[in-house]
């Protein structure tokens, strides 16, 4: 073992020790833990949860990028599915697709990606970040998440919103992988959080998640789920057991 991994870890373990108990004391009292604040990077992950939602109001805004500024090359991480079904839908302009939002709702609802298109739409021009250190400048076109929350009717003490992609037969073939992810409220009804089915004044690419994807603009790029087909609106996300995506639970920038 190396002396500067060594050092490293004892640096992180003094750190941890530092913050850990005064960020775990404080997010609990303030309700801001996050839901992996029991895992190994715990302390911080709470450390910056709380302190991103206590010094930043819900309505905080990011940065907007005038549409010359869009990138020439969009990064792509994880390309569509390949599975006949995903094909067919791709072939029909997804006819058969709908995207299910239930949990605790009032209205549980089924959307067609024509239905999502016949809503109020609006488009955000923002960065996107990715945790591997590239970024792009995209625009994003879809419906406010925050709308159809309204359609269905969220219940009182809702927390958090888990997302899923399509049903993928190829996630263990090491072919395509997607993954699900989940969100709190506070990032749900953020005004710059859409269900984008359009990107850069087209459609979305299938390689950036089409028929649609969650887009916010305060979180990393791996947050930001593609390919999706179900929400569920929950104040328990501990029920869907291990998230199996990149990074830590709360991505924030």
Known sequence: MSTDFTRRNLIRAGVAAAVGGPALYYGGRHLLLPPDYRSVLGAGETLSYSAQRLVTSNQSLAREFPRNQISKVAVV?????????YRSWLTSGFNGW?????????????????????????????????????????????????????????????????????????????????????????????????????????????????????????QLGYKNVKFLSRIVVTDNIEQFGTRGGPGTWYGGI
């Open 98 to 218: 709908r995207l299910e939002i239930e949990g605790a709702v009032a209205r549980p609802s089924s959307f067609t990606l024509n239905d999502l298109k016949r809503m109020p739409a609006e488009s955000h021009t923002i960065l996107h970040a990715c945790e591997q250190g590239w970024s792009f400048i995209a625009e994003w076109r879809g419906v406010r998440l925050s709308h159809l929350l309204e359609l269905v009717q969220t219940q009182p003490g809702a927390r958090y919103l888990v997302m899923f992609p399509i049903p993928n037969p190829q996630e263990h073939t090491g072919i395509v992988r997607l993954f699900w992810d989940s969100i709190d409220m506070a990032d749900a009804l953020h005004p710059q959080t859409l269900i984008a089915y359009g990107m850069n004044g087209g459609d979305l690419p299938p390689d950036h998640g089409a028929p649609v994807r969650l887009r916010m603009s305060r």
């Open 77 to 85: 991480n994880g390309r569509a599915p390949t599975d006949e079904v």
